[in-house]
T-cell receptor, first 114, second 113 residues
């Protein structure tokens, strides 16, 4: 157990809908990263938050957004869902934003858009 | 670009050594990592190496870093069937106010008896 908790584990929804994925980082970790893992595109970095602030953005679509709350949990919001958004979504947490020595991953949320 | 490259597949016999290779992109990357992903599971951090080191050994795992060529490798000694998984290398690439964690394409290791 990495100490990073993601909910829900599985999600099935229809095209056009909106979902929210939740991530609770390890105790004491301030940095949260979101990744999308699909069969054709591998593990893509989406966005990173550190202590409530957005720090880095990757290949995140405009239909997607994220935030990190004062208690440090993070949510990834996916809207106007398309079939191609079906993927595993991972979050990772790390104690810091710089000089990363370790980033631990949650078990992921498997999103299926039908 | 941001493509961290790995070969897609590796097949080894149980008991042999496995070597998984990775070419990363940013010569200023501070840390380099190896993660393991078993089917249906998340990513498990196996080991990491700081960029000023050229080798790190941790039980059956040996990481070699060639900073000049931006080449990273993971050697697994005495490979077991339980080592069958996808292995990802990753680099912590510094931006102006943070480190961005970028992953390779993953290498699927298959261990046969």
């Amino acid at each position: 157990d990495s100490g990073v908790t993601q909910t829900p584990k599985h999600l099935i929804t229809a095209t056009g809908q909106r979902v929210t994925l939740r991530c609770s980082p390890r105790s004491g970790d301030l940095s949260v990263y979101w990744y999308q893992q699909s069969l054709d595109q591998g593990l893509q970095f989406l966005i990173q938050y550190y202590n409530g602030e957005e720090r880095a953005k990757g290949n995140i679509l405009e239909r997607f957004s994220a935030q990190q709350f004062p208690d440090l949990h993070s949510e990834l919001n996916l809207s106007s869902l398309e079939l191609g958004d079906s993927a595993l979504y991972f979050c990772a947490s790390s104690p810091r934003d710089r000089g990363l020595t370790e980033a631990f991953f949650g078990q992921g949320t498997r999103l299926t858009v039908v | 670009g941001e493509d961290v490259e790995q070969s897609l597949f590796l097949s080894v016999r149980e008991g042999d050594s496995s070597v998984i290779n990775c070419t990363y992109t940013d010569s200023s990357s501070t840390y380099l990592y190896w993660y393991k992903q078993e089917p249906g599971a998340g990513l498990q951090l196996l080991t990491y190496i700081f960029s000023n080191m050229d080798m790190k050994q941790d039980q059956r795992l040996t990481v070699l870093l060639n900073k000049k060529d931006k080449h990273l490798s993971l050697r697994i000694a005495d490979t077991q069937t339980g080592d069958s998984a996808i292995y990802f290398c990753a680099e912590a690439s510094p931006l102006y106010n943070t480190d961005k964690l970028i992953f390779g394409t993953g290498t699927r290791l298959q261990v046969f008896p």
